[in-house]
T-cell receptor, first 114, second 115 residues
Framework: GESVGLHLPTLSVQEGDNSIINCAYS??????FIWYKQESGKGPQFIID?????DKRQGQRVTVLLNKTVKHLSLQIAATQPGDSAVYFC?????????????FGGGTRVLVKP | DAGVIQSPRHEVTEMGQEVTLRCKPI?????LFWYRQTMMRGLELLIY????????DSGMPEDRFSAKMPNASFSTLKIQPSEPRDSAVYFC?????????????FGDGTRLSIL
């Protein structure tokens, strides 16, 4: 994901609808990707991860899709709830040589409307 | 299980003062990371340790910043002397050593304000 400096992209979604958050990553050597959720006043919270040998992974109400051809990652949240309002970050790791070092995108703010 | 614990949660101090931020990683995790988060620059990795040894400190802004990990359950990030531009939220994260990559788990951060 690209850092957007002062302005965070915002996704406004109606409660109960599905949300899709997108992330473009930069390094074709990246082989591990994570989505984090950050609520106000808290640290990033792990949601779901995916390795580069997969193109889809599902969790509870969340699905991550990976398209290595276009270096694109997305997070789908089913039946979005008010508690899903937060900033969502994608992060990438370039492999064993980088240890567990992650590079974070700039984040997307999700606002859930009642 | 206890997560990553950071202290203090908030710190307000005058420029020129020494600031020490503390972190207790999750027990059994071999990696520890220090990040800084600002509106302008997002989440930036400052330094990380593996088995208490600093591996990559290329993100440390300048010599005023230093980090130590004297044992597997404790790390400090020190700023001396502090400046107003150091104001940010500082996060500590830890992750286990496993087969392949493992997710990092974050503390709730220290909000630092330098006046």
């Amino acid at each position: 994901g690209e850092s957007v400096g002062l302005h965070l992209p915002t996704l406004s979604v109606q409660e109960g609808d599905n949300s899709i958050i997108n992330c473009a990553y930069s390094n074709s050597a990246s082989d591990y990707f994570i989505w984090y959720k950050q609520e106000s006043g808290k640290g990033p919270q792990f949601i779901i991860d995916i390795r580069s040998n997969m193109d889809k992974r599902q969790g509870q109400r969340v699905t991550v899709l990976l398209n290595k051809t276009v270096k694109h990652l997305s997070l789908q949240i089913a039946a979005t709830q008010p508690g899903d309002s937060a900033v969502y970050f994608c992060a990438e790791n370039t492999g064993e040589a980088a240890g567990n070092k992650l590079t974070f995108g700039g984040g997307t703010r999700v606002l859930v409307k009642p | 299980d206890a997560g990553v614990i950071q202290s203090p949660r908030h710190e307000v101090t005058e420029m020129g003062q020494e600031v020490t931020l503390r972190c207790k990683p999750i027990s059994g995790h071999d990696y520890l990371f220090w990040y800084r988060q600002t509106m302008m620059r997002g989440l930036e990795l400052l330094i990380y340790f593996n088995n208490n040894v600093p591996i990559d400190d290329s993100g440390m802004p300048e010599d005023r910043f230093s980090a130590k990990m004297p044992n597997a359950s404790f790390s400090t990030l020190k700023i001396q002397p502090s400046e107003p531009r150091d104001s940010a939220v500082y996060f500590c994260a830890s992750s286990p050593q496993g087969r392949g990559n493992q997710p990092q788990h974050f503390g709730d951060g220290t909000r630092l304000s330098i006046l």
